[in-house]
């Protein structure tokens, strides 16, 4: 990312296991960037839905100096995609959408230097939507502001990197976009090192879809010793599903694509006809949850058990982290936003018949609330591993919702990738905050003990349950948790619950 403080741009290459390739430096900040680096590609003799495969090499300097193509992009939700792509700002216009997206971007302060702690960010989207390259959700100013190694990716997303095929074609399909990640932060843990950072040192964090992400890799067996930090904001490791849900998700979505009865063909179609199921599938539920499924293979288990087993990622460090009020963004979105999202996620689980039609306290509660208090809880159970607990509790005075009363849904990433070297129409107390918030995760992910503004952080722990709320001057409080009878807790634990 350059800005006005950038001066001449250098050419600067680094090999990586697949070949060299070429990025700029900015003189005499020292900064580089490489845009769309090839970390994987989808086999030219598996066509779509297959797994991905590493690169094929290359002899001559590769230029990496645009981003890459991103994931074909879906509208999250029936009849009010415009207002809600254009709020997110989801939509791209310059970098286009393929099927073969898997590339990244590094970020590095001055490549001259080494072992420097490695940020690979995940990006929001609902699973639908988005990118590395997302704009007004750049953590490359990380790397800017604070001396880190940042990394941004592109992956499946949406029917692509989601629909589970293989009882109904007989081949592997599962979980496409979390074997797309595996692979990227493969590439990571192997090519790292050339662009300045430590490969024994590499923290994954990511903001809602993105998060959510991060809760599925933390109870996959192939991602164990990729990654030694996780920070997840507003998502948890609820994003699963058993394998006959995922099937029985699939069968709609071949209804809706006109392929019931000649299922192989959706290896086939134009992707706009892929494009059109899910459209007709958005009028049909009016918001589709795409979710990863319980293979038995990638996941062959729910990952909130395997994090309380300690089986997976039990030396991860986790910082936990949602916002005052995720769900009173829902509304201000679009009419009715809240009941949209709250229908399309209830389920006949125990523990949300008492909510009614309270929606905005079943998104705050059953979405946000519970993923949170349950993956804190599993990892202190399952011990091997620090963990920290956050509430973003501060509205951005330079935000389209500046008028809120609380803290809304994705309203940190306003904190968290600010630029405070250049702030622009940021007031002195947002850029505060966001120094708060972006010090106390870089704190964690160079392996300390997040300490910020004269506060240090106390770690979670199941019998005090504290945490840390953001505000303009941070302070420590005690986590409250919704109410719920033990039927509904045991249910929860047996993954019966299977909610967005």
């Known amino acids: ?31 580089c960037v490489w845009r769309g680096i090839p970390y994987g590609a989808i086999p030219a003799d598996g066509g779509r839905f297959a797994g991905p495969v590493r690169p094929h090499p290359w002899d001559r300097v590769r230029p990496a100096l645009r981003h890459g193509s991103m994931s074909w992009q879906l509208p999250p939700v029936y009849d009010k995609v415009c207002d809600v792509m254009r709020e997110f700002d ?8 393929h099927e073969d997206c898997l590339n990244l971007n590094v970020y590095t302060p001055d490549p001259g230097h080494a072992g420097l702690p490695v940020l690979v960010w995940f990006h929001p989207g609902m699973q639908v939507a988005g990118s590395g390259n997302m704009p007004g959700r750049r953590p490359e100013v990380l790397s800017r502001n604070h001396g880190v190694v940042v990394v941004t ?4 997303l949406g029917c692509w990197g989601h629909l589970f095929l293989d009882d109904l074609l007989g081949r592997d399909t599962a979980n496409l976009r979390l074997r797309d990640q595996l692979l990227a932060l493969t590439w990571v843990k192997e090519n790292i090192a050339a662009f300045g950072g430590d490969a024994a040192n590499v923290t994954v964090f990511g903001e809602s879809a993105g998060a959510r992400n991060i809760g599925s890799l933390l109870g996959c067996p192939a991602a164990d010793g990729l990654f030694e930090r996780a920070a997840l904001y507003s998502g948890g490791c609820e994003n699963v599903v058993p394998r006959e849900e995922a099937t029985e998700f699939a069968r709609e979505f071949l209804d809706c694509a006109g392929l019931t009865g000649a299922p192989q063909r959706i290896l086939s179609v134009p992707n706009v006809h892929l494009k059109v199921a899910h459209q007709r599938l958005l009028k049909r539920r009016e918001l589709v949850h795409y979710r990863d499924v319980l293979d038995g293979v990638h996941l062959p288990r729910l990952p909130i058990e395997a994090m309380r087993a300690g089986t997976v990622s039990g030396k991860v460090d986790l910082l936990v982290s949602h916002t005052a009020d995720e769900a009173g963004l829902w509304d201000r979105l679009m009419p009715g936003g809240a009941r949209v999202v709250a ?21 705050n509660e059953e979405l946000f609330l519970r993923p949170a208090r349950d993956l804190l809880r599993a ?10 607990y956050q509430v973003y509790d501060y509205v951005p005075t330079d935000h389209s919702f500046a008028d ?3 803290a809304l849904h994705g309203m940190d990433l306003a904190s968290l990738l600010l630029d ?37 952080w106390p770690v979670y722990e199941r019998g005090a349950e504290r945490l840390v709320r953001i505000r303009r001057r941070p302070s420590v409080d005690t986590a409250v948790w919704p109410q719920e009878d033990d039927t509904a807790a ?11």
């Open 90 to 97: 989801f939509a791209h216009t310059a970098d286009p959408e």
């Open 153 to 156: 990716m592109n992956f499946r």
């Open 420 to 456: 405070v070297s250049a702030p622009g129409a940021a007031s002195e107390s947002d850029v505060a905050v966001a120094r708060t918030v972006q010090s106390a995760l870089v704190d964690f992910a160079s392996g300390r003990v997040p300490a910020t503004d004269g506060l240090t």
């Open 1 to 31: 990312m350059a800005n006005g403080r950038d001066g001449q741009k250098v050419p600067v290459v680094r090999t990586t296991t697949a070949g060299r390739v070429g990025g700029v430096q900015y003189r005499p900040s020292g900064f």
């Open 343 to 363: 229908q399309g996620a209830r389920t006949a689980a125990a523990g949300t018949a008492g909510y009614e039609s309270d929606h905005v306290r079943f998104i």
């Open 379 to 388: 990892k202190a159970a399952a011990g091997g591993g620090r963990c920290w």
């Open 490 to 500: 045991a249910g929860r634990w047996r993954g019966e619950d299977h909610r967005w």
């Open 404 to 406: 809120a009363e609380r």
